[in-house]
């Protein structure tokens, strides 16, 4: 409406045309807050949305990561696993080495000592084999020197004729 069209109506008109445009007003504010307020849900609701699309992608990056951590952690342990084995086979090994190597010292050392008291043995066989001939030889000396007492004795009273020295000194 124009300005001339409004001059030209009375004032219960004008009351009416006012009174409708308040209530059209009061009636637009009433649907602009319901739309506001829809707005506002849905904002929410794409929110919520959005943080539970994040919140699984978080949950799945935490589950990959996770799993990575496992994956580490038992590749981890299978190469710690294979160096201790590795390892125990080295120890194994030098310690089979090491026990031969003593038992080639102790076998040579057992050869060394049994030698040793076979010879041993020997020279103690042999200054008793000499101790006994020379107690013999010894037992025979002295055995022979009582013979020569005795027939010194009785050569005093009977010459012999037997011993030639005894018959050289009387002539």
Do not use: C
């Not at 919520?48 to 949950?59: C, R």
């Not at 342990?77 to 294979?82: F, G, L, M, N, Y």
């Not at 003593?102 to 042999?126: L, M, T």
């Not at 000499?130 to 005795?150: H, M, N, P, T, Y």
């Amino acid at each position: 409406m124009t300005d001339k069209e409004l001059r030209r109506l009375s004032r219960s008109e004008l009351l009416e045309m006012l009174i409708a445009q308040t209530e059209e007003n009061s009636q637009l504010k009433i649907r602009l807050e319901q739309a506001e307020a829809q707005l506002r849900d849905r904002r929410i609701e794409i929110d919520k949305a959005g943080s539970l699309a994040e919140a699984a992608l978080s949950l799945n990056g935490v589950f990959q990561a996770a799993e990575a951590a496992a994956q580490q952690y038992l590749e981890n342990i299978q190469r710690i696993s294979s160096q201790q084995d590795a390892i125990s086979r080295v120890i194994k090994e030098q310690s089979a080495k090491e026990a031969a190597q003593i038992r080639q010292e102790a076998e040579a050392y057992s050869q060394k000592v049994h030698a040793d008291a076979d010879a041993y043995w020997k020279q103690v066989a042999a200054r008793a084999s000499k101790l006994l001939a020379d107690q013999e030889a010894l037992r025979q000396l002295i055995q022979s020197a009582g013979e020569v007492e005795i027939n010194e004795e009785h050569s005093k009273s009977v010459p012999r004729a037997s011993n030639p020295g005894t018959a050289r000194n009387g002539a």
